[in-house]
Each structure stands twice: as C-alpha cells, then as structure tokens.
Nanobody, 122 residues
Framework: EVQLVESGGGLAQAGGSLRLSCAASGLTFDYAIGWFRQAPGKEREGVAC????????YYLNSVKGRFTISTDNAWNTVYLQMNSLKPEDTAVYYC????????????????WGQGTQVTVSS
C-alpha cells in the first residue's frame, strides 16, 4: 500500500523560504513522485516531480529557479525546497506519486497525500 504523508507547510513572508517533506512508503522500482498545488478558486497544477528511473525532474515554469525537488538517499522522503516565495505560491500543496506507467510530468498522480497549507504574505 502506498502512503504519502506531507509536512512542513505554514506561513512565510514574501521572499522567504519553506521546505515541504513527503514521507513515502510502498513505492518500489520505477515510479514518479512530486508535488501539486491548488489555490482557492483555481485548478490544481503540477509544481515539480522527479522520476526514480532516470532522475528526470520537472518544474512548473513559474517556480523554476525558486523551487527544488530532492530526495533522501533511500528515497523515503521527497522534499520541496521553496525559496523566494511569492503570495501567488499560496495554496494547498499535495504530494503525489504513480507506479506502473508513471512518468514525470505526464503521470504521477495515482496516489495522494492529505495536503499541507502554504500561505505567503506580502
């Protein structure tokens, strides 16, 4: 059974930083894992992902150069380091993953965490 548990959200000022963590279990062999976000009244969007097979990464254009996705050595935890935060980054951030047939960024949304709120004040 795949389980994804996020932590690390909270309140930050514009220009500040936060690091999200996703504790992942039940993922083996080839899979893609990453982060989505959804702001009130807006559609969910893929923010960043990484593929376990080839280490390919993807970033939403609006976060390139500010956000970095990484994992620990055992791939038990996936991180999203968010720097130079902007008010428009305010959203609920979800960790997500996919196994069979997964790819980054085309498909990494079979499994979901519960979400963590990120609020950036101006």
């Amino acid at each position: 059974e795949v389980q994804l548990v996020e932590s690390g959200g909270g309140l930050a000022q514009a220009g500040g930083s936060l690091r999200l963590s996703c504790a992942a279990s039940g993922l083996t062999f080839d899979y893609a894992i990453g982060w989505f976000r959804q702001a009130p009244g807006k559609e969910r969007e893929g923010v960043a992902c990484i593929s376990s097979s080839d280490l390919d990464t993807y970033y939403l254009n609006s976060v390139k150069g500010r956000f970095t996705i990484s994992t620990d050595n055992a791939w038990n935890t996936v991180y999203l380091q968010m720097n130079s935060l902007k008010p428009e980054d305010t959203a609920v951030y979800y960790c997500a993953a996919a196994k069979y047939g997964s790819s980054c960024p085309e498909r990494y949304d079979d499994y979901w965490g519960q979400g963590t709120q990120v609020t950036v004040s101006s």
